[in-house]
């Protein structure tokens, strides 16, 4: 299965663009933003947990990453309410469940396979948070291919200028917008190594979750191995839909 898989193409998700898939668990649904690969995949979604349902346990080869949006997500652990931020490293297991329902965001085989441990912020705790040359920013991971940031914009604050290296965005609260085009609350942005954009923030300011390479040979690293990057241009391009087989 290919969904946005094409890394030379653009890549966008809106909202009102959304595609719910079943998974092969009742109960559990999923947006593709990407996929290069079945059920076994290199894949970034939106997965929906309905309340009382939950995944048997199962292991990550490639690692997992989440952020839990909305409601409270489980594991054998402990629950994470919205807010939480989890890294699961390659040949983690786990069984995930959630009581009352949550949304998540996920992305599966895109870590280095020399990442071996656990972790666990909570994006809601004022300490995580810090101010960053004129950004408020709460810092979740970095090595030497990639940084995962929060970044909180007062309204009408530009994006940070970023490194010419790509970079994904996903809108968590509030909206962005370049020139007349809106970016609202769970869309998906993701752009290529030189491209320069003009986002800010709407009204309302907005929080947005911002991963971006550390370096151009990480990107070239990434492309052989599973394509972890795409790349795109803002202007011009339509409002955007994954593409499902």
Known sequence: MLVN???????????????????????VERVM?????????RATSIVRYAPQSDFP?????????????????????????????????????HSPSSVDGAVIFVKLWQMQPAESSALRIDTNDSANWSDAQGYVVCKLYADDLESVS????????????QPATPAELLVLRGALQEDHRQFPHGSWLRFPAGHRVGLVSGNDGATVYVKTA???????????????????????????????P
């Open 5 to 27: 898989a094409d890394f030379s193409l653009p890549a966008l998700v809106t909202p009102d663009a959304y595609q719910w898939i079943p998974s092969p668990q009742a109960g």
């Open 33 to 41: 933003l990407d996929r290069v690969g079945g059920e076994v995949a």
């Open 57 to 93: 346990r199962h292991q990550h080869p490639g690692g997992e990453e989440i952020l839990v949006l909305s409601g409270t997500f489980s594991d054998e652990a402990n629950d994470y309410p919205a807010g939480w931020y989890l890294r699961n490293p390659p040949g983690s297991n």
């Open 150 to 161: 929060l970044v909180r914009l007062q309204p009408g604050q530009a994006m940070p200028a």
């Open 214 to 244: 550390q370096r151009h040979d990480g990107l070239n690293r990434t492309h052989r191995h599973r394509g972890r990057w795409a790349g795109w241009p803002l202007r011009g391009l339509p409002a955007g839909t994954a593409r499902h």
